[in-house]
């Protein structure tokens, strides 16, 4: 009998609203919130945390950086890019 191993994981958007009462008012807050948002994945199990970045979107526009900062703040949850534009 083969046994099958399934991963979970989360996609993060990145996205901030410049309105009032946003919990993500601006970049500062969101690249915070998508850092403690997975060391929260890793810490209850989660295998994988992804970001992406789209045109014309208030959102995080370096996913690499990003990335770094998640990974060093993480280590054994899996990290990756789901689409990367050319800004």
């Given at each position: 009998?083969t046994?099958?191993?399934?991963?979970?994981g989360?996609?993060?958007?990145?996205?901030?609203?410049?309105?009032?009462?946003?919990?993500?008012?601006?970049?500062?807050?969101?690249?915070?919130?998508?850092?403690?948002?997975?060391?929260?994945?890793?810490?209850?199990?989660?295998?994988?945390?992804?970001?992406?970045?789209?045109?014309?979107?208030?959102?995080?526009?370096?996913?690499?950086?990003?990335l770094?900062?998640?990974?060093?703040?993480?280590?054994?949850?899996?990290?990756?890019?789901?689409?990367?534009?050319?800004?």
């Amino acid at each position: 009998m083969t046994e099958t191993t399934k991963k979970l994981g989360f996609l993060n958007f990145g996205h901030w609203n410049h309105v009032p009462g946003s919990r993500t008012p601006d970049a500062a807050a969101t690249l915070s919130d998508q850092i403690e948002m997975t060391v929260a994945a890793e810490k209850v199990g989660l295998d994988g945390a992804w970001i992406r970045s789209h045109h014309f979107q208030d959102m995080l526009s370096a996913p690499f950086p990003t990335l770094a900062a998640m990974a060093a703040r993480t280590s054994t949850i899996h990290l990756g890019t789901g689409v990367i534009d050319l800004r």
